[in-house]
């Protein structure tokens, strides 16, 4: 990304969402990401303020609400997964203090695909906001499309991408690389100020995705999406037309996965599909193999070379794999499969002996979309992550207030342990109240909830996560 590629957007953005002085935003993205420019940058070259929010803050919703409650932060941008994470934790507060979300003048989410329904809820809680859908891939530079969200979205699956920002041009290119009249879909190609020079020190990469076409004089990049223009001339996202897909805001090539599980002695095919599951997606892993495999050690494999977000929550065994006509790996009938029931063999499937075990296994059941859920079983290894750890936090809450926290459950993977620290905890006394003894300090607690950060991001596992919390 050059500094030009990101003058385009700021400058744009500037104008478009009305940055200056006595505006405010949050920084909530890792710098890692080419948003956290945007955030950055586009405070800092308008003289609007920018909130750098402590991990703490972005895990737990009552936090982050407790900070806008008394800061006058008047501007949203984040993932989907995020807001809906947020706005998930608004049903613990009453509307009298509900009203401290009027101050948002601007709410902007993309990253991922979402729906009518999440629009629907940012409507309903940020009422006096605009809100806006992003698109753009890291090589357009930040965000290439922009739409204002209108509440009227009657038969639409997913929010439209919208038009191009900027000077920015998008194309809509069948196989041939010939433009794709109104309604008929194609791969979305991106050019203009926006689009980057390439990779770095990548030339064969670079050459495969960033073209020339007749039709412009500019480089145009291939985004690898699927999409279309409607007849009101706004684009609209299909899918993507290879092995990419996104999870909670992270691009992830599947055929990296798949190459590391084939690598496994037994395993003779694999295929890793996204199935859709709220805002975001969950990975999905079927495969066939000579004998049977643990998923326990499929998972284990996969720990050693890939970082958590990239490891799937089910896994499958076929006798065969669904294929084409071509004889190719047919992906839409393996996201088209329902899964089976949950085998017994990540834990023992041992039924619940209390009321507050049969509470969360039911709970279980409901976020991790799994029938079969033993008290020993492991929440991650049934495909729990970070983002289901806020939801479940919030369903407790609302049967059990004051019982357990986000980084308890962290701790207690199991439902027999969240059963005992629920049935053992006293309520909590308050902000003000007195300390419980045995209860960390407030560095501790920073310490602990950034490595929760770090698990979110893929830099550390669970294991990593509990030792800490066991010092």
Known sequence: MTQQNALHYLLWSQQQFQLRPGRNMMLVTSISFDISVFEIFGCLTSGATLHIMPSERLRDPALLFAYLEEHPVDVWHSVPTLISQFILGLAQQDEQRLACLRQFETVLVGGEAWG????????????????????????????????????????????????PLGHNQVYILDKDGNLCGPGVPGEICISGPGVTPGYFRDKTKTEQVYRLHPFTDRIVYHTGDLGKYGTDGQLEYISRNDGMVKVRGYR?????????????????????????????????CYYTSTCDIAASELQESLRKALPAYMIPARFVRLEAMP????????????????????????????????????FLVQLWRELL?????????????????????????????????????????????????????????????????????????????????????????????????LKKLGE
């Not at 329904?117 to 290439?144: C, D, M, Q, V």
């Not at 055929?255 to 990975?283: D, F, M, Q």
């Not at 499969?337 to 209390?354: D, I, K, N, R, V």
Request: charged share 25%; aromatic share 4%.
């Open 323 to 358: 294929v084409t006509s071509n004889q190719k790996l047919d992906r839409k009938a393996l996201q088209a499969m329902s899964l089976p029931a949950e085998s017994t063999e990540q834990g023992e499937l041992q039924a619940p002996g209390s009321d507050v075990e049969t």
């Open 252 to 284: 992830i090539e599947t055929g990296e996965i798949e190459h590391k599980l084939a690598s496994v002695p037994g395993v003779t095919s694999v295929g890793v599909v996204a199935v859709k599951e709220g805002e975001s997606n969950k990975l999905t």
């Open 116 to 163: 009518p329904a999440l629009a629907s809820e940012i409507a309903r809680y940020f009422p006096a906001a605009k809100l806006y859908n992003l698109y753009g891939p890291t090589e357009a530079t930040i965000w290439a499309t922009c739409c204002e969200v209108n509440r009227e979205l009657a038969g639409k699956a997913v929010v439209p991408l919208g038009r």
């Open 369 to 465: 979309g799994v029938e079969q859920v033993g008290t020993r079983q492991n929440f991650f290894d049934l495909g729990g992550n970070s983002h289901l750890i806020v939801r479940m936090q919030a369903r407790i809450e609302e049967k059990y207030p004051q019982k357990i926290k986000v980084m308890d459950l962290f701790e207690c993977k199991t439902i027999s342990a969240m059963a005992q620290h629920i049935e053992r905890s006293q309520p909590n006394q308050g902000r003000s109240g007195a300390k419980a003894e045995g209860q960390p300090n407030d560095n501790e607690i920073g310490d602990i909830l950034q490595l929760l950060d770090e698990f979110s991001e893929g830099e550390a596992s669970v294991e990593d996560i």
